[in-house]
T-cell receptor, first 117, second 111 residues
Framework: DSGVTQTPKHLITATGQRVTLRCSPR?????VYWYQQSLDQGLQFLIQ???????AKGNILERFSAQQFPDLHSELNLSSLELGDSALYFC??????FGGGRYNEQFFGPGTRLTVL | KNEVEQSPQNLTAQEGEFITINCSYS?????LHWLQQHPGGGIVSLFM???GKKKHGRLIATINIQEKHSSLHITASHPRDSAVYIC?????????????FGKGTKLSVKP
């Protein structure tokens, strides 16, 4: 158990709908990262938050958005869903973001499997 | 060409064999990660390294920054080591979360 929790575990929805994925980082971790894993693209970095602020953006679609709340949990919102959005969505957390050249191990949550029908 | 390449793509071994998975990258990096993804989908971080060698139990990870190459070794392999092993790098100067992933090596260890 990594200490990172994600809900829900599975989500089945229809095209055009909107869903929210939730992530609670390990106690004390300020950074949260979202990744998407699809069959054709593999693992891709979506976005990172550090202590409530957006820190870095990857291949995140405009239809997707995220935020990190004062209690440090994070939500990933996916809207106008398409069939191609079906994937595993992982959240990870680490102690701190990039600072002084020091990088920290990331701890991954169990993932949310999204199926868009 | 992908910035992170792994080989082999698939690997089948007999229990007890010594296993090596390779990762080559073409960008400047601050750190390299080895991840393990279980058949159920969960991802575990095995190592994060920026130089030299790290060991944890039967797992050893090495990196050669000059050659832009890393290897993951598993000694005395066991069926429970069956998983997908993924190499990922943090680009130099970028956010540590902005990982670039290899496509993974699927390892199957037969009893």
């Amino acid at each position: 158990d990594s200490g990172v929790t994600q809900t829900p575990k599975h989500l089945i929805t229809a095209t055009g709908q909107r869903v929210t994925l939730r992530c609670s980082p390990r106690s004390g971790d300020l950074s949260v990262y979202w990744y998407q894993q699809s069959l054709d693209q593999g693992l891709q970095f979506l976005i990172q938050y550090y202590n409530g602020e957006e820190r870095a953006k990857g291949n995140i679609l405009e239809r997707f958005s995220a935020q990190q709340f004062p209690d440090l949990h994070s939500e990933l919102n996916l809207s106008s869903l398409e069939l191609g959005d079906s994937a595993l969505y992982f959240c990870a957390s680490s102690v701190e973001s990039f600072g002084g050249g020091r990088y920290n191990e990331q701890f991954f949550g169990p993932g949310t499997r999204l199926t868009v029908l | 060409k992908n910035e992170v390449e792994q080989s082999p793509q698939n690997l089948t071994a007999q229990e007890g064999e010594f296993i090596t998975i390779n990762c080559s990258y073409s960008v400047g990096i601050s750190a390299l990660h080895w991840l393990q993804q279980h058949p159920g989908g969960g991802i575990v971080s095995l190592f994060m390294l920026s130089s030299g060698k790290k060991k944890h139990g039967r797992l050893i990870a090495t990196i050669n920054i000059q050659e832009k190459h890393s290897s993951l070794h598993i000694t005395a392999s066991h069926p429970r080591d069956s998983a997908v092993y993924i190499c990922a790098v943090s680009k130099w100067g970028g956010s540590q979360g902005n990982l670039i992933f290899g496509k993974g090596t699927k390892l199957s260890v037969k009893p």
